[in-house]
């Protein structure tokens, strides 16, 4: 009973720390321009990890935006759910946010009525690439997680709603598809469903913010139209995520 009473204290209060997660140093350099955050000088993080943490004061909110960084070999973003459960766990751990916004670009199905540069924030998030056909193994491998209720933010800013899957490929392969449409997804990551595990194992609320940047099932490379449209879409997502923070200035998790 007292755990229950904490966590009901716990949302009742105004939210004071929030992280931003974001896999790619492009989707994250808008928000961090918007809300005038500065890299950290010394990581907070282990030794030899990429990850880096801007970090500043916005309308009274501790604002920090956690980005995998690049690989070290390769020198591209570290995008993917291992980046991603990584990051996430050392950011809870290091800086215990209030609340966690995954934030990121992600293909989207005309089939469920997404269009490019739409803003959705996911109600669920699962995975469709760990096929494990066995009982209960097979929900496991889903890993069906909900977002954090916000019925009152995505109203006030007028956002869509749907389902969200995440895998480890950006392309789709016939099994991915039919476990897309298992999970009733209306948008598809690679990252969102790795920071629900470890929100949801850490009892961190979090809201999943995401931009479309494909159609999934269209008639184009998914690879073609997504760094197209990509430019643009991040600008949209910006917006997006800079309006969520003004709404949750000052409110409690009940109030969202």
């Not at 955050?37 to 920090?64: C, M, Q």
């Not at 570290?78 to 766990?89: F, H, I, K, R, W």
């Not at 800013?157 to 476990?179: I, R, Y």
């Amino acid at each position: 009973m007292a755990e229950e009473d904490d966590t009901s204290n716990q949302h009742s209060t105004p939210i004071s720390t929030i992280v931003i997660i974001i896999a790619m140093q492009t989707e994250a350099l808008p928000l961090v321009n918007a809300f005038n955050l500065t890299e950290d000088a010394t990581s907070i993080f282990p030794e030899g990890t990429p990850w880096v943490r801007y970090h500043g004061t916005y309308k009274g909110l501790d604002v920090n935006i956690i980005w995998p960084g690049k690989d070290a070999v390769l020198g591209v973003d570290s995008v993917g759910t291992v980046s991603a459960s990584l990051v996430t766990y050392a950011a809870v751990q290091a800086l215990k946010p209030d609340l966690i916004i995954n934030a990121g670009t992600a293909g989207g199905f005309k089939a469920k009525g997404a269009c490019i540069g739409d803003v959705y924030v996911a109600s669920e998030v699962a995975f469709h690439d760990r096929r494990i056909p066995i009982p209960v193994f097979d929900l496991y491998g889903v890993g069906l997680r909900r977002g954090c209720s916000t019925p009152n933010l995505v109203k006030e800013l007028d956002f869509k709603v749907g389902k969200l899957s995440t895998g480890d490929s950006l392309d789709m392969t016939p099994q991915d598809e039919a476990s897309i449409l298992a999970n009733d997804a209306v948008i598809k990551d690679m990252e969102g469903a790795a920071v629900g595990y470890v929100t949801d194992l850490l009892k961190v609320p979090a809201i999943f913010v995401k931009a479309v940047t494909d159609i999934v099932d269209g008639d184009r490379p998914t690879s073609e139209e997504f760094l197209q449209n990509l430019s643009a879409v991040t600008v949209a997502l910006g917006k997006a995520v800079t309006r969520v923070v003004d709404y949750i200035a000052g409110k409690s998790h009940l109030e969202l």
